[in-house]
């Protein structure tokens, strides 16, 4: 198994501003996975971020918006750029592992 | 693509009934599915993991069941407890989707009443 922590775990933001959400693993692995959870809403990948190279986006998500970082095998951060409302949700970070998908406990965020 | 429907959307129960939550897909090539559950405002805990080749999984109260050719799931709780009200969500990780990519679907909110 894996645990995974996340920094910070909640924030309240100003529209325009930017916030970097740090993930850390217990267990080196090859990818980790952002998701975003809009309110009442289901989760949707933003990204998939592999250690020394570009994350890969999914559609409707674009790297000026959400840079990725992931320094090494254990650590990545996520970025939400020039905030705006829409953006309040919870950001989630996650990771695979024996087939099985590890969650972190969250960061939410709130845009005013 | 594939989509995930999960049925139903909300269910009120009173503590101690069986109750059966459904969860479909609409591409049958999958490597697996996993049934989570999510408290508010927190992040997902993994309650089972069954693979393509499975048909059931069993952890404690709980037992998961999948018909791959149907694209079906189903959760069933047993002797029901105020401490499962959550949101229960499934997911499948699928052939086509690319292994990497977790497909949520809608989720069940339960509520147990005591």
């Known amino acids: 198994s894996a645990v995974i922590s996340q920094k910070p775990s909640r924030d309240i933001c100003q529209r325009g501003t930017s916030l970097t959400i740090q993930c850390q693993v217990d267990?080196?692995?090859?990818?980790m996975f952002w998701y975003r959870q809009q309110p009442g809403q289901s989760l949707t990948l933003i990204a998939t971020a592999n250690q020394g190279s570009e994350a890969t986006y999914e559609s409707g998500f674009v790297i000026d918006k959400f840079p990725i970082s992931r320094p090494n095998l254990t650590f990545s951060t996520l970025t939400v750029s020039n905030m705006s409302p829409e953006d309040s949700s919870i950001y989630l970070c996650?990771?695979?592992?024996?087939?099985?998908?590890?969650f972190g406990p969250g960061t939410r965020l709130t845009v005013t | 693509k594939q989509e995930v429907t999960q049925i139903p959307a909300a269910l009120s129960v009173p503590e101690g009934e069986n109750l059966v939550l459904n969860c479909s897909f609409t591409?049958?090539?999958?490597?697996?599915l996993q049934w989570f559950r999510q408290d508010p405002g927190k992040g997902l805990t993994s309650l089972l993991l069954?693979?393509?080749?499975?048909r059931e999984q069993t952890s404690g109260r709980l037992n998961a069941s999948l018909d791959k050719s149907s694209g079906r799931s189903t959760l069933y709780i047993a002797a029901s407890q105020p401490g499962d009200s959550a949101t229960y969500l499934c997911a499948v990780r699928g052939a086509n989707t690319g292994f990497q990519k977790l497909v949520f679907g809608t989720g069940t909110r339960l509520l147990v009443s005591p």
């Open positions: 591409d049958s090539a999958i490597y697996n």
């Open positions: 996650s990771v695979e592992f024996g087939y099985e998908q590890y």
């Open positions: 069954i693979q393509s080749s499975q």
């Open positions: 267990s080196q692995v090859t990818m």
